[in-house]
């Protein structure tokens, strides 16, 4: 849980020192998402951005448009599952809620666990796309729900803390179109570096100097 709210401030604080071009980008992502088809390519060119910055690159509109361009057709694979594994869920859902008798209920709880999983996986997905030398979606899928399974108390935690700032932005209204999808990003990039550094899958980040000495 610590590693994950230490991942949570590091988001905030990050987003914070570049809230400029965050907040633009953000609202580039936005009104690319209000077309549905441009969604895909604009949510890659967004966490493109993002792990670079969560790489200590900073972040950089070309990196927008050339992750738009580089994921375009892997993107929209991912939307078109995303939108058949809603319908589907709605669908059950919908019947199973209004299904009698205890196997009813019993099949709704499961259809809302795997659902809330879903959502997890997404969080870390974009990331492991980004990361891998040759992004396939499948791989990304496995990679995202092995992540959300192996570290169940980091992934709820991060869950919790991105609940917050949903209701953060729901409230204020004007951070939907500003803050939220960008810094969920960032969470998610700086989330899954964090946990491939402790796993030892990637180089940790060298040590700061301290009062100004050389390392």
């Known amino acids: 849980m610590r590693d994950a709210l230490t991942v949570f401030w590091r988001a905030v604080r990050d987003w914070y020192n570049g809230m400029v071009s965050f907040a ?3 609202a580039l992502w936005f009104g690319a998402a209000l077309t549905i088809v441009l969604l895909g390519p604009a949510t890659a060119g967004l966490y493109a951005v993002t792990y670079s910055a969560a790489r200590g690159t900073g972040q950089h509109i070309s990196d927008f448009w050339q992750g738009a361009r580089e994921y375009l057709w892997i993107s929209l694979r991912w939307l078109l599952l995303n939108v058949i594994i809603v319908i589907v869920f709605a669908v059950n859902v919908w019947f199973y809620g209004s299904a009698p008798g205890l196997l009813g209920q019993i099949v709704l709880i499961v259809l809302i666990t795997l659902g809330l999983l879903w959502i997890t996986t997404q969080l870390y997905l974009w ?7 040759e992004p396939k979606l499948r791989t990304a899928l496995k990679n995202a729900l092995f ?3 192996a570290t169940p108390v980091y992934t709820l935690t991060l869950l919790s803390c991105a ?5 953060f932005s729901v409230v204020l209204i004007a951070p939907l179109a500003l803050f939220l999808t960008s810094f969920l990003a960032l969470l998610g990039s700086l989330a899954v570096r964090e946990r491939l550094q402790t796993f030892g899958k990637l180089p940790s980040p060298a040590p700061t100097p301290i009062d100004g000495e050389p390392l």
């Open 127 to 133: 990331p492991f796309l980004v990361l891998q030398e």
């Open 24 to 26: 633009a980008m953000n």
């Open 163 to 167: 609940l917050a700032a949903l209701i």
């Open 147 to 149: 992540l959300a399974l």
